[in-house]
């Protein structure tokens, strides 16, 4: 049946069904075509996806035998909480947030072989916003995160797709591109806008049409409604 | 792992993951309980829909043994076109929409009988707005669905559900309470517009949770955030 296309990423994943959210936008360009599968997992680093992989992704046998189309890897936002700041307990440091990326993908390769994977990068980090919006009471005056921070974590993402031969989307990079990208793609100095959420969108969309399944690669589940004879509507349904 | 809600339905199913999309919202209130499985197809009226039943519900072997927890059935907007009218060929008779609906609902309690089948009225039809917004071309000056129409497929819905002592949401009945429902809740006399999601949204959500399987009722998926202890974060996920 459809093939099926995996989010796997912390709450800027389990957020984009939200209004204008980049993964409900995924599932409406795809509509016909593959089934977008949310696994995301608000606060969570790579150290605390690595425990869970397993479960996230389903043995072969309970998933009917196929392999996802494709996988989205989207972590590092909390790995780059600064140690010693009020978010300090999901921090990861930059080294080990690069072994767990490599060894999220291995789990995925060794499972799916002819799987696409690829990885996004943190988004840029606006540390005013990041005080004015804090998760857990923050009385220091110093965000949880910075912008530059994140960028190290962005880098080494992109550092680890490359070395593994894989795609990998900077978001960090490509979203200080916009004008007053601290407001314009973000709305609390870490998640995503509704520009933020059609960045990342259009982002994957191209991202998946270089690996070749993108909307004009896969196959339309069942027959359009164009396909269908207006005096004979019955014969497009003949073989099911 | 998570239950899945499969929406099967015509194009006001296929287009419930666009931009505030009642699909889109359900798969974010959701989102760390259950998967929402999209089966929209465009045009389709109960005829062809009961043509390509079978390949669009998987049999338990090819779904991991696992039996879905909600199917809702959303057709008849297809079916209340008028014969003669310039999208006659999507018409099927009101007592064949019955029977269609009768078969539909058979199978899916044929192949899981624990699932919760939800038949989803069609909406009204502003039958102005059908003039200006005609989907092949309409020289006519008659609308190809009326209102009235679209009412008694309505009504047999509600009927064959309490046959079938399943739910019901009549969307007919529910969007005319709203002033103004021919803009307020359509975008073109037919399909939603924000507002006409949102009321399927908020009746789909409230079907669920009267049937058991709301969103306080579904396990999460995994530790929460706020349930991981800051100072022995791994604690949480020692299980996986």
Chains 1, 2 share one sequence.
């Not at 800027?12 to 959210?21: A, H, K, L, R």
């Not at 994140?150 to 004008?179: F, H, T």
């Not at 407001?183 to 806008?193: A, F, M, N, R």
Request: aromatic share 10%.
């Amino acid at each position: 049946m459809r093939p099926k296309i995996f989010l796997f990423g912390d709450s800027i994943t389990e957020e984009s069904f939200s209004d204008g959210g980049w993964g409900a936008s995924l599932a409406d360009l795809l509509c016909r075509k593959a089934d977008i599968v949310l696994r995301g997992y608000s606060g969570y680093n790579t150290r605390w996806a690595l425990k869970v992989v397993e479960r996230v992704f389903p043995a072969a046998a309970e998933n009917g035998g196929e392999h996802p189309a494709a996988v989205t890897v989207f972590f590092g936002a909390n790995d780059a909480c600064l140690p010693e700041r009020c978010s300090g307990f999901q921090h990861v440091p930059l080294h080990e947030y690069k072994q767990n990326l490599r060894s999220i993908v291995s789990f995925l390769k060794n499972r799916w072989p002819q799987t696409v994977i690829i990885l996004i990068a943190p988004p840029p980090i606006d540390e005013e916003a990041r005080l004015r919006y804090p998760y857990i009471e923050n009385t220091t005056g110093i965000p949880e995160r910075t912008n530059e921070a994140a960028g190290s974590y962005a880098k080494a993402c992109v550092d680890v797709a490359n070395e593994c031969q894989i795609s990998a989307i900077d978001l960090w990079s490509r979203m200080q591109q916009i004008p007053n990208w601290q407001t314009e793609c973000l709305w609390d100095g870490l998640h995503l806008s509704r520009i933020g959420n059609k960045i990342v969108f259009e982002e994957v969309a191209n991202k998946l049409k270089e690996e070749g399944i993108g909307a004009e690669d896969l196959l339309v589940d069942l027959p359009l409604i164009e396909d269908v004879d207006p005096k004979k509507p019955l014969e497009a349904f003949d073989e099911f």
